[in-house]
């Protein structure tokens, strides 16, 4: 990256600092025990799962009710417009061109954050939560998230296994300008593709068409 590549002027040095102290303190948090936790998230939690058939599902969820860069529920939506986007090829693709946004309020951060970054059951203060999903079926076998440069609010992606929810979670944290490692997505088996479903239907019509017409012309010959 150049100087004027960095967000909020900030220089290489001092991106590389912020980049380091961010990424040990995700280090740290994601594998403390749950009484260390504190009450909000810093940052949005991204959960992807992956579905059959191609499909994505991404729920970025905000905590407008413990973090500090997020002070209401107005933020949270603001903070939820455009947290992060799809590079396909060379251009990054917002969500909202890809499909509509389902939003909801909540406190239940069991669904959407890794089970270690849980925060302590023993926290008298509720949670106030923001969640946008995104659901999408993949034109590519697998997909990569960007973050914009200069964007605030930095995103803890991980992912969800929805065949085997036991699967421990895979995450990364993404500041503004980095881009996450290619995901694959879950694809149908091609003998179970509605094409090639319809394509062997139409094949086994034509040779029992052709098998019934051989069939009555030997029977004019004989």
Known sequence: MTISEFPNDESPMQHAIRSFVIRISSFVILNAPLCVFGHGAEFLSAKLTLLPDAEVLLEITADHG???LIVDESAA???LLDPIRLRRDDALVP?????SASISQHDN???FAPASYL???TESQPHALTTSAWRWHSETPEIVFEMPKGKLHDVLLWTHDGADPATP???MLLLAGDRSKAIPV???PWWRRPQAVTASCVLLLAFAYFA???FTLRQRTL
């Open 212 to 214: 019934a017409r051989n």
């Open 109 to 111: 951060w069991a669904e």
């Open 186 to 188: 879950r694809l149908t």
């Open 77 to 79: 939506k603001d903070a």
């Open 95 to 99: 969500l909202a061109q890809i499909a």
């Open 169 to 171: 979670p895979k995450w």
């Open 66 to 68: 413990g973090n500090p």
């Open 119 to 121: 925060p302590s059951e």
